[in-house]
């Protein structure tokens, strides 16, 4: 069973920087896919990037790019979610999830097939 656990969430001011990690419990396929979701209160989840290696790396959502950065650290099982220049837009619960036997990486919600608990992300002064 594989097992994710996001960690660094927390409160911000804006224009601050957070790095979000997710802990994979076992080895995947170094190509699994993490993708990285968030969700405000009241807002769907939406995808927020996917990396299935340190050179394969996709960013869903315009209003991060160029402020978020996603990168894994294979051999060690980590994923990072580096935001900079937060927002108080960008207060949302994070996931990070993967799909185990694929080298796909996807927005869709549904495509994913196990996913940590969350890490709250707080940005206000």
């Known amino acids: 069973q594989v097992q994710l656990v996001e960690s660094g969430g927390g409160l911000v001011q804006p224009g601050g920087s957070l790095t979000l990690s997710c802990a994979v419990s076992?080895?995947?396929?170094?190509?699994?896919?993490i993708g990285w979701f968030r969700q405000a209160p009241g807002k769907e989840r939406e995808a927020i990037s996917c990396?299935?290696?340190?050179?394969?790396?996709?960013y869903y959502l315009d209003s991060v790019k160029g402020r978020f950065t996603a990168s894994r650290d294979a051999a060690n099982n980590m994923n990072y979610l580096q935001m900079n220049n937060l927002k108080p837009d960008d207060t949302a619960v994070y996931y990070c999830a993967t799909k185990r036997a694929s080298g796909v990486c996807s927005s869709y919600r549904s495509w994913y097939t196990h996913w940590g608990q969350g890490t709250q992300v707080t940005v206000s002064s």
């Open positions: 076992r080895s995947t396929l170094d190509e699994a896919p």
């Open positions: 990396i299935t290696s340190s050179t394969r790396i996709i």
